[in-house]
């Protein structure tokens, strides 16, 4: 069965550095998406990127956070230099569809912890 | 705007106690999807159901069911005969271009 899949699954950092999470969405998915669950707390839209660009945003993506699709496989998000509140399980998910179409498969997620 | 509200932040039952999880949603979309989401202590996202606006039957999936009701914008769920690995946190959400989930409610199931 086709999955989404993530890594690393757990990145350790100190603040201040840069981060990558990849992301291998399924392979005929064109939707793509970021989500962060902070540690006891909900799981909160970031991005979603479709057509290699930023399709929506939410207010906690901001000028420290980018996604890109480097080579039609991998999806990334960056974060730029890491502060301790970015520590959260942070989510990637696909979408054959858009909109109310297309069921989210998501990952087993990324932890980042920021020291 | 797109709304999940989950009301119960934490229940706990005794094993074999039937137990239900209660969502209500907010959107101004006719055509929307209506999910719950299980995330054991592993953490991981575990997806269980995925019900469309326009269908409003009950589904039943052996002790899980889900009582979607349009007219009070509810989306219920309930667990028969709980087990121990029921415990988890339960997430509901609604989509309509991206998923919005609510707060979700951490159900203990106690032995």
């Known amino acids: 069965e086709p999955e989404v899949t993530q890594t690393p699954s757990h990145q350790v950092t100190q603040m201040g550095q840069e981060v990558i999470l990849r992301c291998v969405p399924i392979s005929n998915h064109l939707y793509f998406y970021w989500y962060r669950q902070i540690l006891g707390q909900k799981v909160e839209f970031l991005v979603s990127f479709y057509n290699n660009e930023i399709s929506e945003k939410s207010e906690i993506f901001d000028d420290q956070f980018s996604v890109e699709r480097p080579d039609g496989s991998n999806f990334t998000l960056k974060i730029r230099s890491t502060k301790l509140e970015d520590s959260a399980m942070y989510f990637c998910?696909?979408?054959?569809?858009?909109?109310?179409?297309?069921?989210?498969?998501f990952g087993e997620g990324s932890r980042l912890t920021v020291l | 705007a797109q709304k999940v509200t989950q009301a119960q932040t934490e229940i706990s039952v005794v094993e074999k106690e039937d137990v239900t999880l209660d969502c209500v949603y907010e959107t101004r979309d006719t055509t929307y999807y209506l999910f719950w989401y299980k995330q054991p202590p592993s953490g991981e996202l575990v997806f269980l159901i995925r019900r469309n606006s326009f269908d409003e039957q009950n589904e039943i999936s052996g002790r899980y069911s889900w009582n979607f009701q349009k007219s009070t914008s509810s989306f219920n769920f309930t667990i028969t005969a709980s087990q121990v690995v029921d415990s988890a946190v339960y997430f509901c959400?609604?989509?309509?271009?991206?998923?919005?989930f609510g707060k979700g409610t951490r159900l203990h199931i106690l032995p």
């Open positions: 959400a609604l989509r309509d271009d991206k998923i919005i």
């Open positions: 998910a696909s979408s054959q569809g858009q909109g109310s179409i297309g069921e989210l498969f």
